[in-house]
């Protein structure tokens, strides 16, 4: 099993930042893919940003140029620097591991709240 625990979520006004933190801990063997998910209210879950095997990142077209995801895998943790805010960016935040080999496995963090308003 694998545990991911959030944090740095809470709110910020539009254009401010926000830097959001999981960290992994548990059978790490053969985790391939870290990143972020959000979901906002009425809304699927949607990828953010995603560290794949080989350190190749994807980010979704609404945040990039805004959003940074850096991985340590010395540390097991995964970060997303949020920089320009906009108020569609409010959601819950969740952090999201992949492990391929034997059998693909998907883990989840307990999500953080991420709310912009003014």
């Known amino acids: 099993q694998v545990q991911l625990v959030e944090s740095g979520g809470g709110l910020v006004q539009p254009g401010g930042s926000l830097r959001l933190a999981c960290a992994a801990s548990?059978?790490?063997?053969?985790?391939?893919?870290m990143g972020w998910y959000r979901q906002a209210p009425g809304k699927e879950r949607e990828l953010v940003a995603i560290?794949?095997?080989?350190?190749?990142?994807q980010y979704a077209d609404s945040v990039k140029g805004r959003f940074t995801i850096s991985r340590d895998y010395a540390e097991n943790t995964v970060s997303l620097q949020m920089n320009s805010l906009k108020l569609e960016d409010t959601a819950v935040y969740y952090c999201?591991?992949?492990?391929?080999?034997?059998?693909?496995?998907?883990?989840w963090g307990q999500g953080t709240q991420v709310t912009v308003s003014s």
């Open positions: 548990g059978s790490l063997l053969n985790i391939r893919d």
């Open positions: 560290v794949v095997s080989g350190g190749t990142i």
């Open positions: 999201n591991a992949v492990r391929r080999f034997p059998v693909r496995t998907v883990y």
